[in-house]
């Protein structure tokens, strides 16, 4: 992954739109932002966006942020606003079979390309969060809270996030014993608790040490009872409770 084009930097109070701007005026026009939704839930799929928002006014998002600092209804209405000003975006889905075959790492790359890949307007330079993203085509950099700090990765965000959580409201019609809609797949005391009840649902990932523990495929805790902080998370935070022994 190739850092910044020589002699550009990036002040730090330039704002949510500086990293554009700067490569702007380095001759880089078209810069795409990618970010993912899901990585840290142990059921549904991963999803990864991209974004390419226009120069100027017109690229400026009311109200964007990083989508997980944003309310439900707030994020509704900045994809509404990014998928109406973008000159490109797309979404990609990565179903949770996917994710158990590859891992959540190797899944989360293989996401972030195919979304750059699948956008209509090539970009010329992509921005990612947090980690580097190989074999895309073109140059790009990591940038560290990307999503709080360049706004086509918060874009890219929030089209990840909401099109995610659509997803996982569909699921919960499906599967309403484990209340999908409010926790979206990550692990709650909610979920926990519907996991030791029911046992994983055809679209938890079998890769996570607390779903296979709740198939029978993985010795109890200690003294376990009902779920107390059995890799317990909140909302958007990743529980680091993958099973890797499964392979890469």
């Known amino acids: ?11 730090r109070d330039a704002g949510l739109y500086g990293y554009e701007r700067a490569l702007r005026r380095h001759g880089v026009g078209l810069v795409a932002g990618v970010d993912e939704a899901g990585r840290g839930a142990c ?14 006014k017109a690229g400026i ?15 509704e209405r900045c994809y509404a606003q990014v998928v109406k000003r973008a000159l490109a975006w797309s979404a990609v889905v990565i179903g949770h079979e996917e994710c158990d075959r590859l891992g959540m790492h190797v899944a989360n790359v293989e996401a972030l390309r195919r979304a750059v890949a699948r956008l209509e307007t090539r970009p010329e330079f992509v921005l990612s969060d ?64 519907a996991l030791h009840e029911h046992g994983p649902s055809p679209v938890h990932r079998m890769r996570f ?31 680091g409770r993958e099973e890797h022994r499964l392979g890469a």
């Open 1 to 11: 992954m190739s850092a910044l084009p020589r002699g550009l930097t990036v002040r």
């Open 43 to 56: 059921a549904g799929p991963l999803v990864a966006g991209a974004v390419v928002l226009p120069p100027g």
């Open 130 to 193: 947090g980690f580097p993203v190989d074999g895309l085509g073109v140059p790009g950099l990591a940038v560290w809270k990307g999503d709080r700090v360049a706004a086509c990765v918060a874009a890219a965000s929030v089209v990840a996030k909401v099109t995610r959580d659509r997803i996982m409201v569909e699921l919960d019609r499906e599967h309403p014993v484990y209340d999908f809609k409010t926790h979206k797949g990550y692990i709650t005391d909610v979920h926990t608790a």
């Open 61 to 75: 998002v009311p109200g964007l942020a990083d989508s997980k600092l944003l309310t439900p209804l707030a994020r």
């Open 209 to 239: 040490v607390n779903v296979r523990r709740a198939a029978g495929l993985e010795p109890p805790l200690p003294d376990e009872g009902l779920p107390d902080d059995d890799g317990r998370a909140e909302p958007g935070v990743d529980p």
